[in-house]
């Protein structure tokens, strides 16, 4: 006797490939009418649910069916019930969230799926994306992928091969945005160097000095309060203090005042 199971639609450009790995019929191993036929309590309708349990080499399943009025996991499998189908073409859709979907036809040649019957569906999930490891120096900068956060430096995230545009951002610091092309699905690691922002990177240096003095901070000149918003490093100053020329080499790394005298 020959039960049949068709797979009908295999996607293969979302997250996941899931496909039914041959037992038997075509998927499906049918032992509904055998020695260990088990009949399950009626269903509120007066009729008998039909019992299909999944088993998948990965977890996290989500099972969709108009027909299902039940599902339950036994032994980290998934188990469901439905109410038997009443003509062709009812179909089972198998998602996972990091696979592409598949929907499996409830259906064989000679008959609906039978009352009481029990069915064992295994399907394998194939990846068809690459992990891709995420760091950034500093760490705990937010991830962003074609739009969806997906969470915090260090991070593993899955990506279809393709182009895929990232945006790497942190407070204090310049958001990176870049184009990633996935090639192929071997694992990648990436590195992200982050700069500060223009702002983070800022100081306030201020002189005090003798009235009348001139000061040239980078060569321009600075009027009284001798007061200059600059960037973080080493800058050039020279005064003109009573007559007196002093130059000097400054290493800025926070807001500071400088006594010239």
């Not at 996991?73 to 469901?80: A, M, T, Y």
């Not at 891709?132 to 969470?151: Q, T, Y």
């Not at 490093?233 to 005298?261: A, F, P, Y």
Request: hydrophobic share 35%; proline share 4%.
């Amino acid at each position: 006797m020959k039960y049949l199971v068709a797979l009908i639609i295999s996607f293969i450009t979302i997250n996941l490939n899931l496909s039914a790995q041959t037992l038997g019929a075509d998927g499906f191993k049918f032992s509904g009418m055998g020695e260990d036929s088990v009949f399950w309590p009626s269903d509120n309708n007066g009729e008998s649910s039909v019992k299909i349990i999944v088993d998948c080499n990965v977890g996290n399943l989500e099972l969709e069916s108009d027909l299902i009025s039940k599902t339950e996991i036994v032994d980290g499998k998934s188990v469901i019930y439905l109410f038997p189908p009443a003509k062709p073409k009812k179909t089972l859709t198998i998602r996972h969230e990091k696979y592409a979907l598949t929907e499996v036809l409830l259906w064989d040649n000679d008959r609906p799926l039978q009352r009481g019957g029990v069915y064992y569906l295994n399907v394998v999930a194939s990846k068809n994306t690459a992990t891709v490891l995420m760091e950034s120096r500093p760490s705990v900068a937010e991830i962003n992928v074609d739009g969806k956060d997906l969470g915090r430096t260090p991070c593993e995230v899955e990506l279809l091969p393709g182009i895929h545009k990232i945006v790497i951002s942190k407070y204090g610091y310049q958001t990176l945005r870049k184009p990633l092309k996935v090639d192929s699905t071997e694992s990648l690691k990436l590195e992200f160097e982050l700069s500060r922002s223009i702002a983070e990177r800022l100081v306030t240096v201020r002189f005090t000095a003798p009235k009348g003095s001139r000061i040239l901070f980078d060569k321009e000149s600075l009027s009284a309060p001798y007061e200059k918003r600059t960037t973080r490093g080493k800058h050039e100053v020279e005064c003109l203090i009573n007559g007196k020329l002093m130059k000097k080499t400054l290493e800025c790394k926070s807001d500071t005042v400088i006594n010239l005298r």
